[in-house]
């Protein structure tokens, strides 16, 4: 699995970074036909920040999670939450589906 980690009108910290592949890292536990994670950070004009967490999935379109959130760490965490769940919820899809 590829994870891509950039960041736009911002630097990106080592610390960072690597919280963000700590807990993208755990996606495919939920559906294994993840073949890629682009995350990309922003800081928004007024305070805050805004995540988007693209998840590249084997026969299907990516699912997107955007997030705003006033932490970062906090913007992160609901981006993989809401992955999480859109994961979770296209498997039980998939379960249901065959006959």
């Known amino acids: 699995m590829i994870v891509t980690i950039s960041a736009k009108h911002m630097q990106l910290t080592e610390a960072i970074a690597a ?9 495919p536990r ?3 036909r993840v073949s890629g994670l ?3 950070v922003e800081p928004l004009p007024s305070h805050g ?3 988007e967490l693209r998840a590249n999935v084997d026969h299907h379109k990516d699912f997107v ?3 705003n959130h ?28 065959r006959h």
């Open 38 to 40: 682009e995350v990309v």
């Open 19 to 27: 919280y963000i592949r700590e807990k993208v890292s755990k996606l």
């Open 70 to 97: 006033d932490n970062l760490y906090a913007c992160v965490d609901l981006a993989v939450d809401r992955s999480r769940r859109q994961l979770s919820e296209h498997k039980a899809r998939l379960r249901e589906h």
């Open 49 to 51: 920040f805004h995540v």
């Open 30 to 32: 939920y559906f294994n």
């Open 65 to 67: 999670c955007n997030t």
